[in-house]
């Protein structure tokens, strides 16, 4: 996620109980994680914006290590969250930034 389980000089810490749930799958494509969050841990609403994160959007250097390319969506909508590293720009789906389980099937 972009931000970080510990804080450092690139991010600050999410907060305790901000990740309810998560589900990794790997493949020789990509890695993934999915999961659920409760935004409001983090002090967001319902009504706040989606938070879209890729190797082309984000404002801090970021990466997934080991892969070329990587998309993340954190949604106080729908309280979701899903991130995936890349070999392809294809396997990313890099058009299309809607709710994770269209940008990013898996479970949530």
Do not use: M
């Amino acid at each position: 996620l972009a931000q970080c389980t510990t804080g450092d000089a690139a991010g600050s810490s999410l907060p305790r109980g901000f990740v309810t749930s998560a589900h990794v799958v790997h493949s020789d494509l990509f890695v993934q994680v999915t999961g659920a969050i409760d935004a409001a841990a983090a002090g967001w609403k319902a009504t706040d914006r989606n938070i879209f994160y890729d190797e082309f959007t984000v404002s801090l250097s970021g990466s997934c290590a080991g892969y070329p390319h990587y998309i993340q969506l954190l949604s106080s909508t729908t309280n979701t969250f899903c991130l995936r590293c890349c070999a392809t720009a294809e396997a990313c789906n890099l058009s299309d930034s809607s709710e994770c389980p269209s940008l990013v099937p898996g479970e949530y």
